[in-house]
């Protein structure tokens, strides 16, 4: 499979913004640990990162075709971005939404996603493993695709 792992705003900032909240893990840690999960699966994993609403959606429309699955945290745009969830309606290709924290534990506004409708599923709380998860989803042939 051909993942594309695409991470919102402030993501970039992974191991020094709240790392009591996001860990101590930077971003490039994150991206070569998924590289490596997915290679180990006989996989490929592309990661993208952008603070800018229309590049990510850039990006969601650029994935048909080209990979079989995304996995989007979509960061604070996850509460209000109705240009991705309109990009990852109109693509067919699969995602799964991804957040480090739980999002439910979280500061009320946080709570409601508007993009998780646009996924086939949304995991939270669960740290950077999170990510590998999806992409388990997405490798387990008993996955509902």
């Known amino acids: 499979m051909k993942f594309l792992i695409i991470n919102g705003p402030n993501l970039n900032l992974l191991g020094q913004r709240e790392p009591e909240v ?10 070569e640990r998924l590289k490596a999960f997915a290679a180990a699966h006989g996989s490929t994993a592309e990661c993208f990162q952008s603070n800018h609403e229309g590049a990510i959606v850039d990006a969601i429309q650029a994935a048909q ?9 979509p960061g604070a745009y996850t509460h209000y ?3 991705i969830l309109d990009a990852l309606k109109a693509v067919e290709v699969p995602c799964v939404e991804v957040h480090i924290s739980n ?4 500061e009320e506004f946080r709570h409601k996603s508007v993009t998780a409708p646009g996924c086939v599923g949304q995991i939270t709380g669960l740290g950077l493993y ?5 992409m388990g989803y997405f490798l387990d042939p008993r996955g509902k695709r």
């Not at 075709?65 to 945290?73: E, R, S």
């Not at 999170?130 to 999806?134: P, S, T």
């Open 65 to 73: 075709g080209v990979y079989d699955a995304i996995i989007l945290n």
């Open 81 to 83: 971005s109705v240009a």
């Open 103 to 106: 999002i439910h534990r979280r």
């Open 130 to 134: 999170g990510y590998e998860a999806a």
């Open 22 to 31: 996001y860990g101590r893990e930077g971003y490039q840690a994150l991206c």
